[in-house]
């Protein structure tokens, strides 16, 4: 993100609503941008992107045989105008949407921790890899814009490459031991904070991780989740997702 937008984005975020819609509409006159969810000509996001991203939090369980489950709470479903504007926002730069994207990662948190108010918020690690490629670290970035208060206690012991052309199995037996906690976690609990969670993968990485030093994960929350879960599905639409680089890496 270059900094001069970061600047522009927090001073604009700054003002009152009706003078920021001005200054947006006079800015989006001189340097016209598209939408970063449907590529109509708007400044950043248009009415139709903002609303789809209101949010919705949907509640379900990751964990099959051998794991002890996690509560997922999720503010978006991943498809439509809310997966592409995801896409523009963590694979073209697009982090003018992360104040609109944090909306819907906000109130998954509020709900993960209305049934777990002791829970620390715990980032999942991004990957050097990643974090290189972006310059930036997309949750944490969401993360930041929802005033959330996030500790990193894990960090990533080994590259996982790509996930998105695995199916669950492939993707759990991948996230195996990726990562490790810093220091010892005994007695602490944690909600997981991640972007898009598809078959939990990750997510139940992170819990073994964390119970592996001694801690605990009470739930998990995301700013979108992936509807289509089943594993034969998820490899038969991996041509559709062929153009999305890594996004699907966050399992
Ligand atoms: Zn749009």
Same mark, same amino acid.
């Given at each position: 993100?270059? !900094?001069?937008?970061?600047? !522009?984005?927090?001073?604009?975020?700054?003002?009152?609503? *009706?003078?920021?819609?001005?200054?947006?509409?006079?800015?989006?006159?001189?340097?016209?941008?598209? &939408?970063?969810? &449907?590529?109509? /000509?708007?400044?950043?996001? &248009?009415?139709? &992107?903002? $609303?789809?991203?209101?949010?919705?939090?949907?509640?379900?369980?990751?964990?099959?045989?051998?794991?002890?489950?996690?509560?997922?709470?999720?503010?978006? @479903?991943?498809?439509?105008?809310?997966?592409?504007?995801?896409?523009?926002?963590?694979?073209?730069?697009?982090?003018?949407?992360?104040?609109?994207?944090?909306?819907?990662?906000? =109130?998954?948190?509020? $709900? =993960?921790?209305? +049934?777990?108010?002791?829970? #620390?918020?715990?980032?999942?690690? *991004?990957?050097?890899?990643?974090?290189?490629? @972006?310059?930036?670290?997309?949750?944490?970035?969401? =993360?930041? @814009? /929802?005033?959330? @208060?996030? +500790?990193?206690? !894990?960090?990533?012991?080994?590259?996982?490459?790509?996930?998105?052309? !695995?199916?669950?199995?492939?993707?759990?037996?991948?996230?195996?031991?990726?990562?490790? *906690?810093?220091?010892?976690?005994?007695?602490?609990?944690?909600?997981?904070?991640?972007?898009?969670?598809?078959?939990?993968?990750?997510?139940?990485?992170?819990?073994?991780? +964390?119970?592996?030093?001694?801690?605990?994960?009470?739930?998990?929350?995301?700013?979108?989740?992936?509807?289509?879960?089943?594993?034969?599905?998820?490899? $038969? #639409?991996?041509?559709?997702?062929?153009?999305?680089? #890594?996004?699907?890496?966050?399992?």
């Amino acid at each position: 993100m270059p !900094l001069r937008d970061a600047l !522009l984005d927090a001073l604009l975020s700054a003002l009152p609503p *009706a003078l920021r819609d001005a200054l947006l509409d006079a800015w989006s006159v001189l340097f016209p941008v598209d &939408c970063a969810g &449907c590529d109509s /000509a708007d400044r950043s996001l &248009c009415g139709q &992107c903002r $609303a789809a991203l209101e949010p919705d939090v949907t509640v379900r369980s990751v964990g099959g045989p051998g794991h002890d489950g996690v509560r997922v709470h999720s503010g978006a @479903r991943y498809e439509g105008r809310v997966r592409r504007v995801i896409l523009a926002f963590k694979e073209q730069g697009r982090t003018d949407a992360a104040a609109a994207l944090s909306r819907p990662l906000a =109130a998954a948190v509020a $709900a =993960a921790l209305s +049934v777990a108010p002791a829970a #620390e918020l715990l980032l999942v690690p *991004a990957s050097r890899a990643a974090y290189r490629r @972006r310059g930036y670290d997309p949750v944490r970035l969401l =993360a930041s @814009r /929802a005033g959330l @208060r996030v +500790v990193r206690e !894990l960090h990533q012991v080994r590259g996982t490459g790509v996930q998105k052309a !695995l199916g669950v199995e492939q993707r759990a037996a991948n996230r195996d031991g990726a990562f490790r *906690a810093r220091r010892n976690l005994s007695g602490r609990l944690f909600i997981v904070v991640d972007d898009v969670v598809t078959s939990g993968a990750t997510i139940l990485e992170v819990a073994r991780a +964390v119970r592996a030093a001694g801690g605990d994960v009470l739930g998990a929350a995301t700013l979108a989740f992936t509807p289509r879960l089943l594993p034969i599905r998820d490899i $038969a #639409e991996g041509q559709e997702y062929g153009n999305d680089k #890594e996004a699907h890496k966050t399992a």
